[in-house]
Structures are given as C-alpha cells and as structure tokens.
C-alpha cells in the first residue's frame, strides 16, 4: 500500500465551493473520510444534479472512487419516502428532512452491498456516512463510464445483445439479491467495455415492498422504450417479465 500523503483532499477553493452547496456536517463527514482513508483526495466534480453532486476521488491505492453527495434542502422528501415506506428493513423513518437524507444514503449503499453479493455488474460500495457514499468509479477503457443518454448510437456493437445482458443483470437482481431495480432507465445503465453497469440503487426496493411488482413492470416498459425508440428493438414486456421471474 503507498504512503499517504498528509494533506487535505481539498484545497482552499475546493471547501468554498462546497461551503456554499453543503453544510458543516456534510463538510465535517467529508473531512472524517479523509482521517479514515476511505478517499485520498478530489480530483473533481464529475455531475452535479438537484438531489446530489458526484465527485471523482483516487481512492487509497491510487484507484478511482466516486464520491456521492445528497444534497439535504433540495431532495426530494416525498419521492424518497415512497421508496422507503414498506421497506421491513426501514421501519421506524423520521420525518425530518435532514434524517431521511441519512437513510437514503444507507439504503443505497445496503442495496449495493445485496447487488454486489448477488453479483450483479454495479459499483462496488466503499462506506457510507451521514449523506455521504463511497464507491468504485465505473471505467471504460481509459475514461469514465458513460450513460446510454450519453452515448452513440454507433457506440453499442450489438444493441439487441446489450438489451438482454441488461435483462440479465435485473434478473440477478431479483432472483439473487431479492431486490427490484424501481428505476431503470438510459440515465441509470452504463456502458462499460460493451457490457451494462446498473447504478443509482437508492431507490430500489425489496421484492417484500408492496410496490415492487409495479416498479418491476416499470423497469422493464422504460427499458424497451428506450431501445424500440434508439436502436428499433422489438420485445413484449410479458416476455422480459417472466425471463426475470423464472
């Protein structure tokens, strides 16, 4: 393992930035990560959204890590407590913004932790704290991993063979890791070295939550959307349901 150097994984102009988007307890998580060398130091923001800002980090052995920030004021409180609400491993869930940020971060890495065990292609999850998530950074090739949204369509090889290794990897999911995706889109599939990573597992729910078969039917109707519309692939939703289930 290399040494490591004793420095801040932000520079002065780093923590204002984030000064101005965070709170004293995100900065002051950020900072306990970088005591317990879960992140190495920043290397910079990758996206930024309403709900959250992803940074790339080097990881302690010169990896890539992303690091996943919830932002607390702007997150959508009532779309994350329809994904918790009959969640048996959730079932005392405050009602404060700033608590429920906490669990869905939680939940997320929980969800990756089952993805990784049930090995489904997803990013590897590192730790969590507060509204804090470490994970591996996704590659392809040399460069950071792309969405289907971001990508030619000349990029996929073979699209038809891409949708079905997608399938597969949701019936991994549900069959192995007893868990529904509940947000499969081209947002949330990424292309890695022609092969699918599924990512954003905040959402997803176990196949006891008593809207997962709904979410599942959704999941399978957003993905063939999307490949009939881009890459004219023709497959019956009943069809993708019952290879998941059997």
Known sequence: MPEFREEKIFDENDYKYFSKV?????????????????????????????????????????????????????????????????????????KKKRDLVYLWCRKEFSNLKKAQKANVSAPAPHAFMKNLLVMDCVMDGDEIARPLDEIDREELENPEEFFWMVVDEMKKLYKKAKLVHADISEFNILKSNNKPVLIDFAQAVMLTHPMAERFLKRDVRNLIRFFKKEYRISVEEQEVLQYIKN
């Open 22 to 94: 965070f709170d004293f307890f995100t900065l002051d998580a950020i900072r306990t990560l970088e005591i317990r060398r879960v992140i190495k130091r920043a290397l910079g923001v990758i996206k930024e959204g309403k709900e959250s800002v992803i940074v790339l980090c080097e990881g302690p052995e010169g990896d890539y890590r992303i690091l996943k920030i919830y932002k607390i004021e702007t997150s959508d409180f009532k779309r994350m407590e329809d994904y918790i609400v009959g969640d048996a491993r959730f079932k005392s869930v405050r």
